[in-house]
């Protein structure tokens, strides 16, 4: 059975409630990134491989027993390349570095302006070429998300550079049936809409998403980051990201206190709610993959190189954000559903899929598409499982709610409490060893002066 170590926050059959998951941080501060982690756990998982995530660790420590335990070490990444990431790419690197087995890096992709100017990542390039180079002398190629990002590492002198998109989009394999259900959107058409706070604070996302809610009564808007959910679930508003009051998730806002606001900690429930819904839209690309994988027709609004570059190489319907902020009414989502063709997204798939499948088969990995069931071993064990649902805003002053959340409160309480007690007792067999520690030079010197004083005195005085 050949062992791959996968970069993620959680396996897909780890169940955590919501509470946990906030706690334990398993979607690495932004849900999208457990959509590309679970499809590429899914694609590599054939009868011959088992996949197991690294709970999203870079120790460089465990490099021994990675190197003894895994026969690869798989990397999907996302917009790793920014400035905001530079310690933890540093971080993988160190580890990369110490490693033996091969190291496969799934679309990876460099971040700045919809200009696609590499300005802002010149001083980062330093760490750019080290964690390549680290890679590339483990594996025949690296893949990355699309041309901007392609075209930044040549330019470093990289050569073995693959086109790949993210694997989020072969979830199913060479299948991707989206397609319109309705001839039009109405009023009552039920529109997904989802965005970065970024986006809102200075990028205009906020006017279109108030012109949004006006118009469609059955709006939700679905959120991505740590801080999302957490002030939908706890009303927490400690994060930097709750001055952003226009944004849904915040407890301030009107779709907040009706209850038109999600947050999902699992993959499978995102998509699955996503199926009923007709249309989706805003500046997510993983928030509008997930609709795309759900059947639903999606239109990315692009504001920055990872989301524009991913758009054009699957050939996703996209608008710029900052053209459509400049109009609102131009981004209306009847408009953009009616604009929106899906044919080149559709048509194109397979060729896509098989240029994915090759660079894997290039990097020595196999994937259950062709080597496997197709996934279905996957799919029926996921089925068998009952994730929580999307995390919803507070709103409740039910017994049932408060119950919950009160209860995992007092269980936090207890284990600090247990942990608490542990401490203490190893800082007192600490103080007591520190003690024997401190006592023993005296307690040794006296023991050997009086083993070897006397017949050392009497070998003294006997050689006088």
Known sequence: MKRILIRSGKSPYDVVTVEDALHRDVIATN??????SDAAHKIL?????EVVSNGMSSDASAA???????????????????????????RMTRLISKLRIPVVVL?????????????????MEPTVREFCAAVLERSASIGVRGEFTEQYLRDMGFTDVEVIGCPSLFMHGDRLPVRKTAPELTSESRIAINGSHSAVRTQ?????ISRTHERYPNLRFIGQNLSDARQLHWRDLSDPNATVTAIPTHPDHPMYREDK?????????????????????GSRIHGNIAALLAGTPATVLCGDSRTLELCRYFEIPHRRLDEAAKDPDSADPARLYAEADFGKLVGGHRERFERFTGFLDKNGLDNT?????????????MGALAFPPGVRPWNDTDVASLTSRFGWLHSRIDELSLDNARLQRELVRAGARAKTAAAAPTSVYRRARRAVGRPLRRALGAGQ
């Not at 026969?71 to 530079?86: C, H, I, K, M, T």
């Not at 679309?107 to 001083?123: C, M």
């Not at 205009?204 to 279109?208: A, H, P």
């Open 369 to 381: 598409f062709t080597h496997g069931d197709g996934g279905a071993a996957f799919d029926k064990r």
């Open 45 to 49: 998982e054939t009868p011959d491989t």
């Open 204 to 208: 205009g996302l906020d006017r279109i």
């Open 261 to 281: 606001v999600r947050v999902y900690v699992d993959p499978i429930t995102w998509i699955d709610e996503l199926r009923p819904f007709d249309f989706s839209f």
């Open 107 to 123: 679309g990876v992709g460099a971040q700045t302006g919809v200009s696609y100017n590499p300005e802002r990542l010149k001083r």
């Open 31 to 36: 849900s999208g990134n457990l959509i590309f």
């Open 64 to 90: 021994a027993r990675i190197n003894e335990e895994y026969d690869a070490f798989v990397v999907p990444l996302a917009n790793a390349f920014r400035p905001s990431f530079e310690n933890s790419l540093k």
